[in-house]
């Protein structure tokens, strides 16, 4: 009678080790063309399925936006960000120097706040000069600033200011008041043996109503007190006046300047005679007669400043 087999869907005890032994001694069969190339293709996929995890990101293209984005610090991608041209200054405040680039299309203003950072100078208190004084409301392109310009600023401190002696202020005051009461200078003895000379032919042209900045060349062809030619040159760069004669010239830091008055000439309004007050009283008046009205303006802004405090 014949052994029961193993039921259905059992495998009898020791066949798994025979088949292993049979598979083990079994000779290896060479693989043919396809079926190489398509055990390697497997192995390759199982490897990549493996580091996928481990792959880093595609770098983007050139241009991409994305990676643009990632480098613009804040700026757009369209290039809206482009640096403005800047200018080397050399700004100089109480003889001391400060390089500083600065750009080209900011304003008169925005340069005082730029100087106010560097040396705690109020922009209130400062009297900016290249080639004459520099406008507020302007920008420094408009003004035709160069590379390596020389700013002068010239200012006191908020502790300067309330050092200010009050009754010399009170006493200046005064001295104005009492000078309005008197008659007008150009009817005065003392002047009108100078302006009865006529107006100089070589005198600088006058421009009713307008006011300009200083010109680059000295302003000339005027009369002095004793009707000798006078020309004024202003060297901001020394923070000087130089009072030019045929025999002379005398060079005034403008900080020894206590005054500057002025008077339009009867029946020739669009020149003034003024005077530089160059000590306490008025016998150190140097006047200068037919100085060309559009001037008038700067020449005080640049001596004294916007601020008088003396």
């Not at 079994?26 to 490897?47: H, I, M, S, T, W």
């Not at 003004?143 to 009754?167: E, Q, R």
């Not at 600088?204 to 040159?233: C, D, F, I, W």
Request: aromatic share 6%.
């Amino acid at each position: 009678m014949a052994a029961a087999g193993a039921p259905d869907g059992m495998e009898e005890p020791g066949m798994d080790t025979e088949a292993e032994t049979v598979a083990a001694e079994a000779p290896a069969r060479p693989l043919n063309c396809v079926e190489a190339e398509a055990a390697a293709g497997a192995a390759a996929e199982d490897a990549c399925a493996a580091r996928g995890s481990l792959q880093p990101a595609p770098a983007q293209p050139p241009g991409d936006p994305a990676a643009q984005a990632s480098v613009s610090n804040g700026e757009d991608a369209g290039g809206g960000g482009a640096a403005r041209e800047l200018v080397d200054l050399k700004i100089i405040w109480n003889k001391t120097k400060h390089d500083v680039k600065f750009p080209l299309d900011s304003t008169g203003s925005e340069l005082k706040q730029k100087i106010h950072s560097i040396t705690g100078l109020p922009p209130a208190m400062q009297k900016v000069m290249y080639k004459g004084l520099v406008p507020e409301d302007k920008t420094l392109r408009e003004i035709k600033v160069t590379s390596g310009a020389k700013i002068m600023v010239v200012g006191s401190t908020i502790n300067d200011v309330l050092a200010v002696n009050t009754p010399k202020d009170t006493a200046q005051q005064d001295a104005k008041a009492e000078e309005n009461k008197k008659e007008p200078l150009c009817r005065q003895k003392q002047h009108r043996k100078v302006l009865d000379k006529g107006k100089p032919e070589d005198v600088m042209p006058s421009v009713k109503g307008a006011q300009e900045r200083l010109p680059t060349v000295p302003l000339s062809g005027m009369y002095n007190k004793s009707g000798g030619k006078v020309r004024l040159t202003f060297k901001l760069e020394q923070d000087q006046l130089w009072i030019g004669t045929k025999e002379r010239t005398e060079k005034l830091p403008m900080g020894s300047i206590k005054n500057v008055v002025s008077e339009p000439i009867e029946g020739h309004e669009d020149y003034h005679m003024m005077a530089f007050q160059l000590g306490p009283t008025e016998a150190s008046y140097y006047w200068v007669y037919w100085v060309p009205t559009q001037y008038v303006d700067a020449i005080k802004d640049t001596v004294l400043g916007k601020w008088q405090y003396f």
